[in-house]
């Protein structure tokens, strides 16, 4: 199935971000010295229906007013993977914003318990950096381990989801004293 993608780039604080859409969702997002890039795009846009939802969602998540992306994923419904790749970037959908798994729990979670190794290469083939969270995956002694888009690029992602929850649990606590 040949898809036409279209792309653009976006300024973030972890360095330039390549989206790349097609007409169903987005399909990837690359750190400019993405390691593993899979998907090209010939024609870079200004606007697309899509690009455009994921560029004010980046923005929004990058400046601490959103822990959800609603933008429509292209490979989690029609693009390439197999069965299992698709189970793991399911399950990463379930870590919520400012915590971590290990690769050993996601295994679990897909019913998989001995494929660790596995659920690691298949979260080093996600394409979508950021709103399939791959970086909120780690070591099972907490460690840091591959990126995409470095280890510094994981570490300030990390760092930056655990700040935003506390200022939501800051103002949760806020409202409910002021009850």
């Known amino acids: 199935m040949t898809m036409n993608t279209v792309h653009c780039w976006v300024q973030s604080p972890v ?3 390549r989206l790349i859409a097609g007409d169903d969702g987005l399909v990837a997002v690359y750190f400019s010295e993405h390691r593993r ?15 455009d939802v994921a560029r004010r969602e980046l ?6 007013t959103r822990t959800r992306f609603e933008t429509p994923l292209a490979p989690l419904r029609t693009r390439g993977g197999t069965a299992f790749q698709h189970a793991v970037w399911n399950a990463l959908l379930s870590i919520p914003c400012g915590e971590t798994r290990s690769y050993s729990d996601i295994a679990w979670l897909i019913g998989r318990p001995n494929a660790v190794r596995a659920v ?7 394409s979508l950096s950021i709103f399939v969270p791959c970086h909120r995956v ?8 591959g990126y995409a888009g470095g280890i510094d690029g994981k570490r300030w992602l990390l760092a930056h989801e655990l700040k935003i929850e506390a200022q939501l649990n800051g103002r949760r606590r806020q409202k409910a004293h002021a009850k």
């Open 59 to 64: 923005t929004e998540y990058f400046a601490g």
């Open 15 to 17: 360095g330039p971000l």
């Open 37 to 51: 890039a899979r998907h090209q795009s010939e024609r870079e846009v200004k606007r697309h229906p899509v690009l």
């Open 120 to 126: 690691g290469a298949a979260n080093g083939l996600n």
């Open 138 to 145: 780690v070591g099972s002694d907490g460690s840091l381990t």
